[in-house]
Structure formats: C-alpha cells, structure tokens
C-alpha cells in the first residue's frame, strides 16, 4: 500500500473511465440504496458499513483512475521527413513570386530555391532524416539540381499515401490529373504540411480536336474532317471554327457555345498537284472566341495530315471454280476508275477463259509476274490454274510488299483430276502468308459483326455494327478454321448463337505486305442493298464500302502506295511532346542491304535534326525514332541519293507529324491551394507560405523529443491490495450474514 502511495505522489493524476460517468454514478448509488433499504428492515447496520467501503472500491476501479508514469531517456533515432517534390509540366508555369521585388519565377524553380538550398537542406537534416521524392505519375528519387518539369500529369494522392516518413512537406501547385483518388484517399500514419506554389486563378477554356474520316484518298475523292469543341466557362458566347489549307482559309462556320463539346465537321477533297503521284495535304483547324480572348490558347488548333495519291491499283484475280462471291467482286472492282483488274477464270477440268486488264500484255502470263500488281485475289480451285511454283512466287511477293486477298477461304484443293494433284503441296506453300490454318467449310445462315481490330485506322471504321452490319442478310456459309495465327487481326467475326466466336475476316502482315482472309460465303448479297452515305459513287452500297476500303488499304500494304517500292511510315502522326516516335522504312522488290537512306525531321520553323535509320530485318524494313521537342508540325523527308528509281532527286518522300501539348497539366494551369488544405489539415498539419519552415521544424523538433522520452499511461487500480480491498469486504459480509441464519 505504502507503495502505491508513493506511486501516486510521483505521478499526475486523471481518470480513463470504461463507462459514461452518469451510468457508473448511477450503478454506484442503485448498489448502495438497495444495502441500506436491507439493513433498515433486519435492523443490522454494521454490514452496511463493509458493503459501502466495497462500493466505493469498486466505483474508483469503474472511474479508470490512472498515473502518467515518466519515460527514460533514451537514444531514439531522428525522425524522418520527406520532400516531396512536384515535377510535372505545370510546375513551368511562371507565375511564383518569392519576393515583391523580385520578378516571378517558374514554380519549380520557387521550390529549388526556397527549400533544396544547401542552407536549408542542412537546417532540416538537423532535426531529422530528411529525404527528396521526385512525383509526377510515379514516385522517384530526386536529385535537387536535376530536378525538371516533365511530368505529362500527376498523381498527388498517391503519391502521398506511398510515402512512408513520420513528417511529409508537400511542394506542389496542387494538381491531380489521374483522378485516381480523392484527398481523403490518401491517408497516412504521419503529418502532412504543405506549400501551395503558383497563383489560383480562374480558368475559363476552349479547346479543339481534330480528325479526318479517311487519312488516305485518291485523286478527286472526298472525305470529312470533324472537329470536337469543348468549353468550360463560355457558355453563350460567339466562336468561329476555321479550316485552313496549306494556311490558307478554306472555310469557316460560327456557333453559339450552348453545349460543353460540340462537333463540327468540314468536308473537303484534297488537292493533288500537276505532276506529283503522291501529296501530303495539310488542313489545320482553329477555333476562337468571336469577342474577347483567352489566356491559354495552345490547345485551340490542331493539324490533320491527308495522303492524295494518282494511279490506278492494279488487280490480280484467279477463281478456278467462278461463284457469286467473286464474280460481283470482280464486277465492282472493274467498274471502279481506282482500279484495273486483270481476272483469269477456269471452267470445267482444263477449260480457261481469261479476261485481261490493261495492266499487262496477253501474249505474258499474269501469274508468272505477280509484282506487276498491287494485289493478288485468289477464288477456290486456283491450282487449275497456276503451276506448283506459285505458291512459292506469291510467298516470297507477300514478303516483298505485295498483298493477298484469299477470298474464298482455302484456295488449294486436292482431287483425283491432273489439275488437282498439285493442290496439297500449294496448299502447304501457302502455309507461311495465310492467316489461319483451314478447315472444311460449314453451311448454315449466320451474322457478321465488327471484330476488335476494326478501330478508326482499319479498313471497316465507321460502319457501326448497330447501324449498318446488323441490318444486313447473313452468310450462306462458314469456314471452319483449326487456328489462327497469333498475329492476325480479326477484322470482322461470326456472330454465332453456339460457341465461341470465330473470325470471318482477318488480317495477317507478312514481312512487308499483308494477306487477307474471308471466311464466309453470301457476302455478295450485300451488293444488292444500298443505304451508306459516301463520297465514292462506285461505293454506295455496304458491299461496296466494305471492298473498296479493304483493297486501298492492302494496295497500300498498310504503308505502301500504289507503284511505290519503298515507303516511310510513322507510329503516329499525332504526338504529344518528347513522345518518341518510330518511324518505319519499308521496301518491296529491292535489295535493301546497301540502301543509302537519308532521313531528316524538318521543324516548321526552319530547324532540322539528321535522324539515322537501321535495317532492322531481313525483309527490307529499316527503323528510326525521333523524339519531338517543339510542338508544332515536323516535316520527315526521305531521300536516297544513289537510287534516283526509288525516289526521284528533289522530290523527297515526306510524311508530315503534328506535335501538340494536350496536356491536363498544361489545360489547367491554375494552382489549387484548397485541395493541399483539404490533405493536409486531417492529419493536423498546415499549409505554408513560400518559404516558412518553422512549424515544420517545431514539429520534427517535438516528434524528436518525445522519441527520447516516452511517458506512459498505466491503471492504477491493478494491484493486489485494491483487490483485497473489495474482495475481502463483500466475503466478510457474506461470512456474517450466513453464521446470523440471513440472506
């Protein structure tokens, strides 16, 4: 006991009741009420007096009463604090001031000088463990002098609840473009204080995107560039939309801004100038406010790049065992200025009737010089028709550039006929540029639908599956297929009610050219239905569309135009700044190992950087990257001094790209000072002035402290003699009460 006391002389006093005191007051006086209600009617009081001592026991056990024990001194490790530094492309904006008489800085550079100075770095590793993160999307860490304004969006939340320190400073303008999370997200065990950097202000925006429906036409032909609108903060105003050519004004229309994003689309046939095979048409669009001007206007304007070529795509077309399917392709094909078909027919075992185009003369057989087309159409019984090297001819053309269309499923078959016995070794040599492994065909009505591969650069975009190819008859029958290859894009899939879905188009790049699949037949009774909205009026049916597309873009063999051995191709020709770009040089026909390439990406503004291309593969394929620094529009001119028949001296082979800053970071510059307060205030911190450090480090400082000396809390009523107390009371009036014959 005497201990106790002594415990509770060194120590402060205060009470952690398990209960609402009212209820424990309450107990207390219920237990004591009902003792004296039983001692007046036996007329004992002296039991009384042993129950009230009890009570009163037990009443400071259920008050909690408890001592704050001093701690010992101890060596404690210092506590840690983490910088954590914003590097995204918002924290170049020059709007930080550091003093009134000074002028304003970029954020960033507000940051490295007012606290990743040596003077200040060691003020606070003094106190604590202090370490530099770097954040944009990601964590990483940083090195003070290094540190740019890179970051195309930032991830602030998350980057917070990453950080693992006892104390975090948050050195940012207070963006979060991912979306990610919420401030309340992103708890933390530790503090969090802030310095919101740059200035908050309003930021009313009008923004322009930009995107023609087909990027590669023929002369005369017509296609739509749309424009998507999007404004925040100037409903009901005035905007004029502009289309410029070349940077001359072709055409504008005006709008009232009633609607968040509007569309507006021009139509337009780009040009294609007297002598040249081939031109890139720049359009660039523009939007603006009629009265009035915004302060951010980089996102206003956008460049869309379209390929006009001249020529004819000369057609190859072998069908041993003629049908519907290919007979109407054949009838579009030749009926289409684009193209010229040279079609050679079976009939019956060794019968042959040919019809020739103009691409070549009759007196030469078309399948012994498959490079003079642009593209190969194979029917079914073609081995009645060719000679057993052929499959071997059109692999090593496939390769070379050129393009495939088997568009009756398996185009070799194997019979007891002469004509027939060469089927399955064709059939095997064709193995290599086909892309799926066939099977036997299967009758029966069913649907097609758009596959996964048919985005907007594919053949089939724009022919929405709701509108168009769900109103249309279904196929007659079905290819059954044993694999595809696994680079094969499906272009368009059976739509069937049992099993999974198989491909009933399908694409396959082989070295530089392409093979296409149809696994189907019926298509050619979508020749007899029109209702597609086109510029191209041998194309007005959904059959019509359908081929025409898909034969552009094999003829082009997905970068190549129609006469060109070699071709220049770019991953992307929209491109957001320092996103490197590849490019890709494909050629066809030649040899490509001593090719003398020259490459150079030409700026806008007169600047130009030599890029150096490397073959890559044994097909002809050379690659280049190039990372854009400027935003603006590059011209990729491609030359080749010692091969004037590939590409003509002067006349280089260009693709154009358009580098724009989209941004979030850039789209909303404003500094958001309340979205800091609302992260850091929760965890007891506070949002800064630039420059101010103390509470930081009077936090750390008392952190550190408290570290070294840690009091502690403990219950003061478990010991024994508190225990003894109330046990031996209550016994010693049961005890009593049983010897005198009471309850």
Not at 516 to 545: C, F, H, K, N
Request: hydrophobic share 40%.
């Amino acid at each position: 006991m005497s201990m106790l006391i002594s415990n509770m002389a060194m120590a402060s006093m205060l009470y952690r009741p398990s209960l609402a005191w009212g209820l424990i007051v309450l107990v207390l006086v219920a237990v004591v009420l009902s003792g004296l209600v039983a001692a007046r009617r036996e007329g004992l009081w002296w039991p009384m007096v042993l129950r009230v001592i009890a009570v009163i026991a037990l009443g400071w056990v259920l008050l909690g009463y408890s001592q704050t024990q001093p701690g010992r001194s101890g060596d404690a490790s210092p506590p840690k604090l983490a910088l954590l530094i914003d590097q995204s492309l918002s924290m170049a904006e020059q709007d930080a001031v550091v003093s009134p008489e000074s002028p304003a800085v970029s954020r960033l550079d507000a940051v490295r000088n007012a606290y990743l100075s040596e003077a200040m770095l060691n003020q606070l590793r003094a106190v604590a463990e202090v370490e530099l993160i770097a954040f944009d999307e990601q964590l990483r860490s940083a090195n003070a002098s290094l540190l740019k304004p890179t970051g195309t969006s930032t991830a602030l939340y998350r980057a917070v609840s990453q950080t693992t320190a006892d104390a975090t400073l948050i050195l940012s303008d207070g963006h979060d473009t991912t979306r990610q999370a919420q401030p309340g997200d992103a708890t933390k065990p530790g503090r969090l204080f802030a310095v919101p950097i740059g200035t908050a202000r309003s930021a009313p925006d009008l923004a322009l995107q930009a995107w023609p429906d087909s990027d590669r036409l023929f002369e005369d032909q017509s296609t739509t560039i749309n424009t998507s609108i999007q404004q925040n903060g100037y409903t009901g105003q005035q905007a004029v939309v502009e289309l410029l050519h070349e940077g001359e004004l072709i055409e504008s229309q005006n709008m009232t801004l009633n609607q968040r994003v509007t569309t507006v689309r021009f139509a337009v046939t780009p040009p294609l100038a007297p002598g040249q095979t081939v031109q890139a048409n720049h359009y660039t669009a523009r939007v603006r406010l009629v009265q009035g001007d915004e302060s951010y206007t980089d996102n206003n304007a956008e460049d869309v790049f379209i390929q006009t070529s001249r020529g004819q795509i000369k057609v190859l077309l072998l069908e041993g065992e003629p049908y519907w399917d290919t007979r109407s392709l054949a009838r579009l094909i030749t009926s289409h200025p684009r193209f010229d078909l040279t079609a050679i027919y079976g009939f019956g075992g060794e019968r042959r009737a040919q019809l020739f185009g103009e691409t070549i003369d009759q007196t030469i057989k078309a399948t012994q010089q498959l490079e003079t087309f642009d593209i190969v159409i194979l029917g079914r019984q073609v081995q009645r028709l060719v000679d057993p090297s052929f499959a071997d001819r059109l692999t090593r053309y496939v390769r070379s550039g050129g393009a495939v269309v088997f568009a009756r499923g398996q185009p070799f078959e194997s019979g007891p006929d002469n004509a027939s016995q060469n089927g399955a070794a064709l059939a095997r040599g064709i193995e290599p540029i086909s892309p799926v492994d066939w099977a036997q065909p299967v009758l029966g009505e069913m649907r097609v639908r758009l596959g996964e591969a048919s985005d907007a650069g594919g053949p089939l975009a724009g022919l929405q599956e709701g509108e168009v190819l769900s109103r249309l008859p279904g196929m007659l029958a079905a290819t059954r297929i044993d694999g595809r290859k696994s680079a094969s894009l499906i272009l368009l899939e059976q739509a069937t009610q049992q099993g999974p879905s198989m491909a009933a188009m399908t694409s396959l790049r082989v070295g530089s050219g392409m093979s296409l699949a149809v696994l189907t037949e019926g298509l050619w009774r979508w020749e007899l239905l029109p209702g597609v909205d086109t510029a191209d009026e041998q194309a007005q049916s959904i059959y019509g569309v359908l081929w025409i597309r898909a034969l552009q873009w094999l003829a082009s063999g997905g970068e190549f135009l129609p006469g060109q051995d070699i071709a220049l191709e770019a991953d992307r020709v929209t491109a957001d700044l320092n996103q490197p770009i590849n490019l890709r040089i494909s050629t066809r026909y030649v040899e490509a190992n001593d090719l003398d390439l020259q490459l150079i990406a030409v700026h806008s503004d007169g600047t130009s950087q030599r890029l150096t291309p490397t073959l890559s593969d044994t097909s002809g394929t050379y690659t280049a990257s190039f990372t854009p620094k400027q935003t603006g529009v590059y011209a990729i001119e491609l030359t080749s001094p010692s091969r004037s028949d590939l590409i003509e001296p002067g006349q280089p082979i260009t693709t154009r790209l358009a580098i724009i800053d989209r941004s979030p970071e850039r789209r909303d510059t404003s500094a958001k000072p309340d979205a800091l307060k609302q992260l850091v205030e929760p965890t007891g911190g506070q949002c800064l002035a630039l420059g101010e450090i103390e509470p930081v480090l009077d936090y750390l400082q008392s952190l550190q402290a408290l570290r070294g000396s840690q009091d502690t809390v403990d219950y003061a009523f478990n010991t024994w003699p508190v225990f003894a107390l109330i046990a031996g009371c209550l016994g010693l009036e049961w005890i009593l009460r049983r010897r005198m014959g009471l309850r």
